[in-house]
């Protein structure tokens, strides 16, 4: 093998495969030697990436237990941020609405009306459905009176 034919193995090894097949097709001593050393035609193909190892059982269990995980502590964010938005609302303890005596907040005093309450929390929170028992009663004022 000569130097030049060397430098394009190294630089290029298909074109290198390639000039090697014309000079064995050219050269029968050559051709008896590479088919001693089983060089062939054909590139051999590319050996196809091995599969990845299908997901266990287990391992798809342990994927749905996490989303669920993900899922609760998602809706736990969501409604501590409208309890707290609530107590504020109501005037509460945001930590334990007045049912915990060791309350860091309010040891166990939080109940509703503890503080005042939150204006912008209570308008779009509590107003509503005060503002809707007050139809309800006035309505049944209307029909209890002749
Ligand atoms: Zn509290």
């Not at 287990?58 to 609530?86: F, G, K, N, S």
């Not at 929170?125 to 139809?135: E, F, H, K, M």
Request: proline letters at 8%.
């Amino acid at each position: 093998m000569d130097v030049e034919l060397l430098q394009t193995l190294l630089a290029n090894p298909a074109a290198a495969r390639e000039q090697l097949q014309e000079r064995i097709a050219a050269d029968p001593q050559l051709a008896m030697f590479a088919q001693m050393m089983n060089l062939r035609a054909e590139p051999e193909p590319e050996p196809a990436p091995a599969p990845r190892p299908a997901r266990s059982r287990r391992d798809d269990r342990i994927a749905r237990v996490r989303d669920r995980v993900a899922e609760m502590r998602d809706e736990l964010v969501r409604l501590r941020a409208r309890t707290t938005r609530l107590a504020a609302a109501l005037g509460a303890c945001g930590r334990c609405w007045g049912d915990d005596t060791s309350c860091a907040t309010c040891g166990g005093q939080g109940i509703a009306g503890w503080l005042d309450p939150d204006p912008l929390a209570f308008h779009e929170l509590v107003a509503p459905a005060v503002s809707r028992l007050a139809d309800r009663t006035d309505d049944t004022d209307h029909e209890e009176q002749p």
